[in-house]
């Protein structure tokens, strides 16, 4: 933060007019950044206002005001969403895929981000080119691929099948590789003097040193696993293994339809993303902030 006070102080200095004239737009810039806050949180309060309404009352209001508010609060969708769609056993598959894919992709990618970073062997160069060129390539192009080695090896309607796929990722492990580029060397030259192999300085000294960019990946890693659709739909059948994407596109269909019952099945599906952010959002800021340092 220091270094970014700095930074703009000097560009101030040697530039008064630009920062006159950024001074004055400024109102301009909070105008625009609140109204596209705006766009995001109106669907957000439809949503939550909707999951506390009696049933009839969510489509009637939905032309004015009233559409935000819920003037007569109730608890009943709750109840009737977590009955009828069998909440708890969604839930429990979608935490289950989650925690494993997040918790093992952190090892792995982070792991394979300090390889190509820091240590020196043959092909390096090569990998760390096909691991940016697999960042490019859209899942959708890998899906039935992906979806005839699950059936070959078994794992169609499995937890693996929506775990193992989806450890390593191309771009996580780029951000690791960045983030790690930028930690002095002095400090793993000190470690290695007192004796400390690679993956004992690793674990030692990369690691706390890491925080902000575990917690950045964490919460994209788990934003991504959480609100997968399309793959789920493709290698899951039954209730056992479905994850509550699955779990509300086919909760939308039971009759009869009931929007505030749909509205709290998205309102409990949203907590534990925000529960998610709250847990690592100041680590997440930091990491933001130290990439805006460097830019």
Same mark, same amino acid.
């Given at each position: 933060?220091?270094?970014?006070?700095?930074?703009?102080? @000097?560009?101030? #200095?040697?530039?008064? &007019?630009?920062?006159?004239?950024?001074?004055?737009? @400024?109102?301009?810039?909070?105008?625009?950044?609140?109204?596209?806050?705006?766009?995001?949180?109106?669907?957000?309060?439809?949503?939550?206002?909707?999951?506390?309404?009696?049933?009839?009352?969510?489509?009637?209001?939905?032309?004015?005001?009233?559409?935000?508010?819920?003037?007569?609060?109730?608890?009943?969708?709750?109840?009737?969403?977590?009955?009828?769609?069998?909440?708890?056993?969604?839930?429990?598959?979608?935490? =289950?895929?989650?925690?494993?894919? =997040?918790?093992?992709?952190?090892?792995?990618?982070?792991?394979?981000?300090?390889?190509?970073?820091?240590?020196?062997?043959?092909?390096?160069?090569?990998?760390?080119?096909? $691991? $940016?060129?697999?960042?490019?390539?859209? +899942? &959708?192009?890998?899906?039935?691929?992906?979806?005839?080695?699950? #059936?070959?090896?078994?794992?169609?309607?499995?937890?693996?099948?929506?775990?193992?796929?989806?450890?390593?990722?191309?771009? +996580?492990?780029?951000?690791?590789?960045? +983030?790690?580029?930028?930690?002095?060397?002095?400090?793993? &030259?000190?470690?290695? $003097?007192?004796?400390?192999?690679?993956?004992?300085?690793?674990?030692?000294?990369?690691?706390?040193?890491?925080?902000?960019?575990?917690?950045?990946?964490?919460?994209?890693?788990?934003?991504?696993?959480?609100?997968?659709?399309?793959?789920?739909?493709?290698?899951?059948?039954?209730?056992?293994?479905?994850?509550?994407?699955?779990?509300?596109?086919?909760?939308?269909?039971?009759?009869?339809?009931?929007?505030?019952? #749909?509205?709290?099945?998205?309102?409990?599906?949203?907590?534990?993303?925000?529960? =998610?952010?709250?847990?690592?959002?100041?680590?997440?800021?930091?990491?933001?902030?130290?990439?805006?340092?460097? &830019?």
């Amino acid at each position: 933060m220091t270094l970014f006070t700095a930074s703009r102080g @000097r560009s101030a #200095t040697l530039h008064p &007019e630009r920062s006159r004239r950024s001074t004055h737009n @400024r109102p301009l810039h909070y105008l625009i950044c609140g109204l596209i806050a705006l766009v995001m949180l109106v669907p957000l309060a439809f949503m939550f206002a909707g999951a506390f309404k009696p049933n009839a009352d969510v489509l009637a209001d939905g032309d004015n005001w009233r559409a935000l508010i819920p003037l007569h609060p109730t608890l009943d969708n709750f109840s009737s969403a977590w009955e009828r769609s069998n909440f708890g056993r969604l839930l429990l598959n979608s935490l =289950v895929v989650c925690g494993a894919t =997040v918790g093992l992709g952190l090892i792995v990618n982070s792991m394979f981000g300090y390889a190509l970073a820091r240590l020196r062997w043959t092909g390096r160069n090569v990998v760390l080119a096909a $691991v $940016v060129a697999l960042i490019i390539i859209p +899942f &959708e192009a890998l899906a039935i691929p992906l979806l005839l080695m699950m #059936t070959e090896l078994g794992w169609l309607d499995t937890y693996q099948a929506q775990i193992v796929p989806f450890i390593a990722n191309p771009f +996580f492990i780029y951000l690791f590789y960045s +983030f790690f580029l930028a930690l002095p060397r002095e400090l793993e &030259e000190a470690a290695r $003097v007192d004796g400390a192999g690679p993956l004992r300085t690793f674990r030692s000294v990369i690691v706390p040193l890491s925080k902000p960019a575990y917690a950045s990946v964490a919460i994209l890693s788990f934003l991504t696993t959480w609100g997968q659709l399309l793959w789920p739909v493709m290698a899951t059948r039954s209730e056992d293994v479905r994850p509550l994407p699955v779990g509300m596109a086919v909760f939308q269909t039971l009759p009869p339809l009931q929007w505030g019952d #749909t509205m709290a099945f998205a309102t409990m599906m949203t907590v534990p993303t925000l529960v =998610v952010f709250l847990i690592f959002q100041r680590a997440f800021v930091q990491g933001v902030a130290a990439q805006a340092v460097k &830019e």
